[in-house]
């Protein structure tokens, strides 16, 4: 019983080992092309800043 079970449990450590090391391989061959940012396909536009009275009201008060 004792063995069967360190059995397992060594083939089971040597799978997840493999699978880890095949995981690493595969994120590894990835390449970006814009210095490790990835850039999404979405047809969206994001709008980071949109000028209104309050955020010019922040600004006068920031300087």
Sequence with gaps: MVEARRGFLKKAA??????AVAAV??????SYSSGG???????????LY????AWEAYYQSAK
């Excluded at 949109?50 to 009275?53: D, I, L, S, V």
């Design 14 to 19: 040597v799978a997840g080992a493999v699978t």
């Design 25 to 30: 391989a595969a994120s590894g061959k990835q």
């Design 37 to 47: 940012v990835v850039v999404g396909k979405s047809p969206k536009t994001e709008i």
């Design 50 to 53: 949109k000028k209104t009275q």
